[in-house]
Protein backbone atom coordinates (compact mmCIF):
# COMPACT_ATOMS: atom_id res chain seq x y z
CA UNK A 1 0.00 0.00 0.00
CA UNK A 2 1.11 3.76 -0.91
CA UNK A 3 0.48 6.04 2.14
CA UNK A 4 1.08 9.99 1.86
CA UNK A 5 4.66 11.47 2.52
CA UNK A 6 3.79 13.30 5.71
CA UNK A 7 6.42 16.26 4.79
CA UNK A 8 4.88 17.41 1.55
CA UNK A 9 1.30 17.83 3.73
CA UNK A 10 1.30 22.05 4.10
CA UNK A 11 -2.49 22.18 4.57
CA UNK A 12 -5.29 20.65 6.24
CA UNK A 13 -8.62 21.77 6.56
CA UNK A 14 -10.55 20.69 9.21
CA UNK A 15 -14.44 20.00 10.03
CA UNK A 16 -14.73 20.91 13.63
CA UNK A 17 -18.65 21.84 13.64
CA UNK A 18 -21.76 20.72 12.08
CA UNK A 19 -24.17 23.86 12.96
CA UNK A 20 -24.44 26.98 11.10
CA UNK A 21 -27.19 30.07 10.92
CA UNK A 22 -27.26 30.16 7.29
CA UNK A 23 -28.64 27.92 4.36
CA UNK A 24 -26.64 28.43 1.46
CA UNK A 25 -28.28 27.28 -1.83
CA UNK A 26 -24.79 25.62 -2.54
CA UNK A 27 -23.85 24.47 0.87
CA UNK A 28 -21.75 21.04 0.83
CA UNK A 29 -22.38 20.59 4.42
CA UNK A 30 -25.73 20.03 4.37
CA UNK A 31 -26.47 16.44 5.33
CA UNK A 32 -23.69 17.52 8.52
CA UNK A 33 -25.30 20.04 9.15
CA UNK A 34 -28.81 18.32 9.59
CA UNK A 35 -27.49 15.69 11.58
CA UNK A 36 -25.51 18.40 13.67
CA UNK A 37 -23.31 15.52 15.23
CA UNK A 38 -19.15 15.25 15.67
CA UNK A 39 -17.99 12.05 16.00
CA UNK A 40 -14.15 13.05 17.61
CA UNK A 41 -12.61 14.73 20.97
CA UNK A 42 -10.14 17.56 20.47
CA UNK A 43 -7.60 14.43 21.78
CA UNK A 44 -8.21 12.81 18.62
CA UNK A 45 -7.30 15.90 16.53
CA UNK A 46 -4.34 15.91 18.59
CA UNK A 47 -3.08 12.72 18.38
CA UNK A 48 -3.17 12.92 14.69
CA UNK A 49 -1.52 16.27 13.86
CA UNK A 50 1.46 15.14 16.05
CA UNK A 51 2.36 13.09 12.95
CA UNK A 52 2.76 16.44 10.93
CA UNK A 53 5.73 18.77 10.72
CA UNK A 54 3.95 21.94 12.40
CA UNK A 55 6.38 24.51 11.17
CA UNK A 56 5.25 24.34 7.42
CA UNK A 57 1.81 23.46 7.76
CA UNK A 58 -1.46 25.58 7.78
CA UNK A 59 -4.76 24.29 9.98
CA UNK A 60 -7.32 25.84 8.39
CA UNK A 61 -11.10 25.02 10.72
CA UNK A 62 -14.61 24.74 9.03
CA UNK A 63 -17.55 23.42 9.00
CA UNK A 64 -20.93 24.47 9.26
CA UNK A 65 -19.27 27.42 10.70
CA UNK A 66 -16.38 26.64 12.95
CA UNK A 67 -17.27 29.83 15.30
CA UNK A 68 -20.09 28.20 16.30
CA UNK A 69 -18.30 24.83 17.74
CA UNK A 70 -18.21 25.49 21.94
CA UNK A 71 -14.55 24.50 21.56
CA UNK A 72 -13.31 26.39 18.72
CA UNK A 73 -11.09 28.42 20.97
CA UNK A 74 -9.45 25.75 22.42
CA UNK A 75 -8.96 24.10 19.70
CA UNK A 76 -6.80 27.11 18.35
CA UNK A 77 -5.18 27.36 21.03
CA UNK A 78 -4.26 24.04 20.78
CA UNK A 79 -3.25 23.98 17.63
CA UNK A 80 -0.81 26.92 17.92
CA UNK A 81 0.82 25.33 21.16
CA UNK A 82 1.97 23.07 18.18
CA UNK A 83 3.47 25.55 16.15
CA UNK A 84 1.18 25.71 13.34
CA UNK A 85 -0.87 28.20 11.04
CA UNK A 86 -4.16 28.50 12.12
CA UNK A 87 -6.62 29.76 9.95
CA UNK A 88 -10.97 29.91 9.72
CA UNK A 89 -13.00 29.45 6.78
CA UNK A 90 -16.29 31.28 8.40
CA UNK A 91 -18.90 33.44 7.46
CA UNK A 92 -18.86 35.61 11.20
CA UNK A 93 -22.97 35.07 11.47
CA UNK A 94 -23.04 33.74 14.79
CA UNK A 95 -25.04 36.03 16.73
CA UNK A 96 -22.35 37.26 18.42
CA UNK A 97 -20.95 40.73 18.54
CA UNK A 98 -18.21 40.77 15.51
CA UNK A 99 -15.30 42.91 17.49
CA UNK A 100 -15.79 40.64 20.46
CA UNK A 101 -14.99 37.59 18.20
CA UNK A 102 -12.13 39.39 16.42
CA UNK A 103 -10.51 39.78 20.02
CA UNK A 104 -11.18 36.35 20.97
CA UNK A 105 -9.40 35.55 18.25
CA UNK A 106 -6.81 37.26 18.48
CA UNK A 107 -5.95 36.10 22.11
CA UNK A 108 -5.86 32.70 21.20
CA UNK A 109 -3.48 33.34 17.97
CA UNK A 110 -5.44 33.11 14.95
CA UNK A 111 -3.40 33.73 11.69
CA UNK A 112 -5.98 34.17 9.30
CA UNK A 113 -9.65 33.61 8.10
CA UNK A 114 -11.29 33.14 4.69
CA UNK A 115 -14.86 34.78 4.91
CA UNK A 116 -17.55 33.34 2.10
CA UNK A 117 -18.58 36.23 0.15
CA UNK A 118 -21.11 35.43 -2.86
CA UNK A 119 -21.51 39.30 -3.94
CA UNK A 120 -20.94 42.95 -3.81
CA UNK A 121 -24.48 43.28 -3.51
CA UNK A 122 -25.90 42.42 0.19
CA UNK A 123 -29.22 41.58 -0.90
CA UNK A 124 -27.77 39.33 -3.77
CA UNK A 125 -25.77 38.17 -1.17
CA UNK A 126 -27.91 37.36 0.86
CA UNK A 127 -30.16 35.32 -1.09
CA UNK A 128 -27.65 33.21 -1.66
CA UNK A 129 -27.38 32.23 2.39
CA UNK A 130 -31.20 32.95 2.43
CA UNK A 131 -30.30 34.92 5.17
CA UNK A 132 -31.07 38.56 5.72
CA UNK A 133 -28.26 40.63 7.21
CA UNK A 134 -25.44 38.13 6.27
CA UNK A 135 -23.70 40.09 4.42
CA UNK A 136 -23.55 43.01 6.48
CA UNK A 137 -21.99 40.50 9.35
CA UNK A 138 -19.05 39.24 6.93
CA UNK A 139 -18.00 42.72 5.71
CA UNK A 140 -17.64 43.87 9.41
CA UNK A 141 -15.14 41.36 10.23
CA UNK A 142 -12.88 41.47 7.01
CA UNK A 143 -13.14 45.46 7.38
CA UNK A 144 -12.03 45.48 11.43
CA UNK A 145 -10.23 42.50 10.95
CA UNK A 146 -6.48 43.92 10.39
CA UNK A 147 -7.27 45.92 13.60
CA UNK A 148 -6.60 42.71 15.45
CA UNK A 149 -3.87 41.21 13.44
CA UNK A 150 -5.53 38.83 11.72
CA UNK A 151 -5.20 38.89 7.83
CA UNK A 152 -8.55 38.85 6.34
CA UNK A 153 -9.50 36.92 3.10
CA UNK A 154 -12.48 36.50 1.03
CA UNK A 155 -13.88 33.12 -0.58
CA UNK A 156 -15.83 33.65 -4.04
CA UNK A 157 -18.09 30.80 -5.31
CA UNK A 158 -18.82 31.19 -8.92
CA UNK A 159 -22.60 30.88 -9.03
CA UNK A 160 -25.43 31.68 -11.72
CA UNK A 161 -26.01 34.83 -10.12
CA UNK A 162 -22.49 36.58 -10.01
CA UNK A 163 -20.93 34.85 -13.13
CA UNK A 164 -21.65 37.30 -15.38
CA UNK A 165 -21.26 40.72 -13.16
CA UNK A 166 -17.95 39.08 -12.13
CA UNK A 167 -15.76 42.04 -13.18
CA UNK A 168 -17.46 44.43 -11.30
CA UNK A 169 -18.00 42.31 -8.18
CA UNK A 170 -14.33 41.98 -8.28
CA UNK A 171 -13.57 45.89 -8.56
CA UNK A 172 -16.33 46.19 -5.74
CA UNK A 173 -14.33 43.66 -3.83
CA UNK A 174 -11.02 44.67 -4.32
CA UNK A 175 -11.58 47.91 -2.77
CA UNK A 176 -11.81 45.95 0.44
CA UNK A 177 -8.24 45.66 1.24
CA UNK A 178 -7.76 42.01 1.69
CA UNK A 179 -5.32 40.09 1.46
CA UNK A 180 -6.35 37.97 -0.75
CA UNK A 181 -9.71 37.04 -3.04
CA UNK A 182 -10.10 33.22 -3.60
CA UNK A 183 -11.97 32.50 -6.37
CA UNK A 184 -13.83 28.33 -6.32
CA UNK A 185 -15.24 26.70 -8.42
CA UNK A 186 -19.10 25.76 -7.91
CA UNK A 187 -19.16 21.70 -7.30
CA UNK A 188 -22.18 20.17 -7.39
CA UNK A 189 -22.75 17.97 -4.27
CA UNK A 190 -24.22 18.91 -1.29
CA UNK A 191 -27.52 21.67 -1.66
CA UNK A 192 -25.97 22.47 -5.07
CA UNK A 193 -27.31 19.08 -6.21
CA UNK A 194 -31.32 20.40 -5.44
CA UNK A 195 -30.78 24.01 -6.70
CA UNK A 196 -28.83 23.73 -9.66
CA UNK A 197 -31.30 24.78 -11.48
CA UNK A 198 -30.92 28.35 -9.73
CA UNK A 199 -27.33 28.60 -9.19
CA UNK A 200 -25.97 25.73 -11.78
CA UNK A 201 -23.06 26.75 -14.30
CA UNK A 202 -21.56 24.31 -16.23
CA UNK A 203 -17.96 23.40 -16.12
CA UNK A 204 -16.66 24.99 -19.14
CA UNK A 205 -18.35 28.34 -18.51
CA UNK A 206 -16.31 28.56 -15.49
CA UNK A 207 -12.92 27.54 -17.18
CA UNK A 208 -13.97 30.20 -19.64
CA UNK A 209 -14.83 33.08 -17.22
CA UNK A 210 -11.65 32.21 -15.09
CA UNK A 211 -9.51 32.53 -17.85
CA UNK A 212 -10.90 36.00 -18.76
CA UNK A 213 -10.54 36.82 -14.95
CA UNK A 214 -6.29 35.60 -15.19
CA UNK A 215 -5.74 38.32 -17.81
CA UNK A 216 -7.05 41.24 -15.96
CA UNK A 217 -5.07 42.97 -12.83
CA UNK A 218 -6.33 43.89 -9.61
CA UNK A 219 -4.50 45.46 -6.22
CA UNK A 220 -5.76 42.32 -4.29
CA UNK A 221 -3.93 38.78 -5.30
CA UNK A 222 -6.41 36.85 -6.97
CA UNK A 223 -5.97 33.03 -6.41
CA UNK A 224 -7.88 29.98 -8.03
CA UNK A 225 -9.18 26.94 -6.05
CA UNK A 226 -10.60 24.04 -8.54
CA UNK A 227 -9.10 24.88 -12.02
CA UNK A 228 -5.71 23.13 -11.89
CA UNK A 229 -5.71 22.95 -15.92
CA UNK A 230 -5.69 26.91 -16.00
CA UNK A 231 -3.51 27.40 -12.20
CA UNK A 232 -1.91 25.68 -9.41
CA UNK A 233 -4.74 25.08 -6.96
CA UNK A 234 -3.22 25.87 -4.17
CA UNK A 235 -2.08 29.49 -3.48
CA UNK A 236 1.41 29.06 -3.00
CA UNK A 237 4.47 27.52 -4.99
CA UNK A 238 4.19 23.87 -5.67
CA UNK A 239 5.42 21.32 -7.82
CA UNK A 240 1.09 19.96 -7.89
CA UNK A 241 -1.41 21.35 -9.94
CA UNK A 242 -3.67 19.84 -7.79
CA UNK A 243 -2.33 19.95 -4.18
CA UNK A 244 -5.57 17.32 -3.40
CA UNK A 245 -3.58 14.44 -1.36
CA UNK A 246 -0.09 15.71 -2.28
CA UNK A 247 0.22 18.80 -0.39
CA UNK A 248 -3.42 18.90 1.01
CA UNK A 249 -6.00 16.69 3.00
CA UNK A 250 -9.61 17.29 4.22
CA UNK A 251 -10.86 15.50 7.76
CA UNK A 252 -14.70 15.91 7.71
CA UNK A 253 -16.99 15.49 11.24
CA UNK A 254 -16.61 12.15 11.39
CA UNK A 255 -12.88 12.05 10.85
CA UNK A 256 -12.76 10.53 7.82
CA UNK A 257 -9.62 12.03 5.47
CA UNK A 258 -10.38 12.97 1.56
CA UNK A 259 -8.13 14.16 -0.93
CA UNK A 260 -9.92 17.97 -0.46
CA UNK A 261 -13.29 19.73 0.30
CA UNK A 262 -14.57 18.52 -3.60
CA UNK A 263 -14.49 15.18 -2.99
CA UNK A 264 -16.09 15.05 0.77
CA UNK A 265 -18.82 13.77 -0.31
CA UNK A 266 -17.25 10.71 -1.94
CA UNK A 267 -17.63 7.59 0.08
CA UNK A 268 -15.11 6.41 -2.35
CA UNK A 269 -12.81 8.87 -2.19
CA UNK A 270 -12.14 8.25 1.78
CA UNK A 271 -7.92 7.61 1.81
CA UNK A 272 -8.07 7.33 5.80
CA UNK A 273 -9.34 8.91 9.51
CA UNK A 274 -7.53 10.60 11.90
CA UNK A 275 -8.01 7.37 14.12
CA UNK A 276 -5.50 5.92 12.16
CA UNK A 277 -2.88 9.06 11.24
CA UNK A 278 0.18 6.71 10.00
CA UNK A 279 -2.00 4.84 7.19
CA UNK A 280 -3.37 7.14 5.00
CA UNK A 281 -3.66 6.41 1.52
CA UNK A 282 -1.81 8.46 -1.39
CA UNK A 283 -3.80 7.89 -3.90
CA UNK A 284 -2.13 7.50 -7.60
CA UNK A 285 -5.40 8.32 -9.84
CA UNK A 286 -5.98 11.75 -8.02
CA UNK A 287 -9.08 12.79 -10.54
CA UNK A 288 -10.25 15.62 -8.30
CA UNK A 289 -12.79 17.34 -10.06
CA UNK A 290 -15.20 15.34 -11.00
CA UNK A 291 -17.39 17.95 -13.29
CA UNK A 292 -14.29 18.53 -15.50
CA UNK A 293 -15.08 16.65 -18.44
CA UNK A 294 -15.92 18.54 -20.74
Request: proline content about 3%; aromatic content about 10%; hydrophobic content about 35%.
Amino acid sequence: MNYINFNDINEVHIEVSSRCLLKCLHCSSHSMIIENKNYYELENLENFLKVFKSSQCHLYITGGEPLLAPEIYNIIAKCKTFGFKVGLFTTFNTGENIEKLLMQLNDVGLDDFYVSIYDCCADLHDNITQTEGSFSNSLEAITKAKSFNISPKINFVLLKSNIFRLDDILNSLDLLNTDEIRILKLVKHGSAMNNWETIGIETQLQYHIIQTILSKKFNTPITISGFPVLKNCRPFKSKWACGANNTLLYIDNKGDIYPCASQKNQPARKIGTIFDPLHIIRLENNSTCFSDNF
